[in-house]
């Protein structure tokens, strides 16, 4: 059975992956609309993963015999001024979301709850791909500036990432 602390801190995790999912989707959105279909998409595919990750901490809490309690998701912002702001910001809030997850961890040792900090593993592993991903991103579009053709090209490599967790083909 999850203890009460345990139970309130994955609960709170949950509204943050939710969040994580709204604020991709966002973006997404505002990437299509400027007809940056491959950003979108993936976009899109980071949103999905997202809402996976908050379904992995809602069947924890389920079947540890806890109650899973959702809360009000905070709207995310439709703007942003150019496409490397929208990659800083996801580089940005993934890092929160690894203070979060580590934060977990800590609760999780201090409850000596061994099954959370097992299930909390993948999550640590989950954000190092997550960092390194969003990172990347801001790498390329820094080089690239705004420059259309590059752009473009930048668009059509990320329309391949496949919806696989694993194993992602980013060719
Ligand atoms: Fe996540
Ligand atoms: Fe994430």
């Known amino acids: 059975m999850i203890g009460k602390a345990m139970q309130a801190a994955i609960n709170e995790q949950i509204n943050k992956e939710f969040y994580s999912s709204y604020l ?20 899109r595919l980071q949103a999905d993963e997202e809402r996976e990750h908050a379904m992995k901490f809602y069947n924890f809490i389920l079947d540890a015999g806890g109650q899973v309690k959702l809360q009000a998701i905070d709207a995310p912002a439709t703007e942003w001024k150019s496409n490397l702001e929208v990659a800083e910001q996801v580089a940005e809030h993934e890092a929160k979301v690894t203070a979060s ?43 690239i500036e705004e420059r259309g053709t590059a752009v473009l090209m930048l668009d059509h490599r990320l329309s391949k990432r496949s919806g696989e967790a694993e194993g992602e083909e980013e060719e």
């Open 101 to 143: 997850i580590h934060n977990l961890y800590e609760t999780a040792l201090k409850e000596k709850d061994y099954a959370a900090q097992v299930m909390l593993q993948w999550f640590i592993n989950e954000q190092v791909e997550e960092e390194k991903n969003a990172t990347e991103l801001v790498a390329k579009l820094r080089l």
């Open 24 to 43: 991709y989707l966002s973006m997404a959105a505002y990437f299509e609309d400027k007809n940056l279909m491959g950003f979108g998409h993936w976009m």
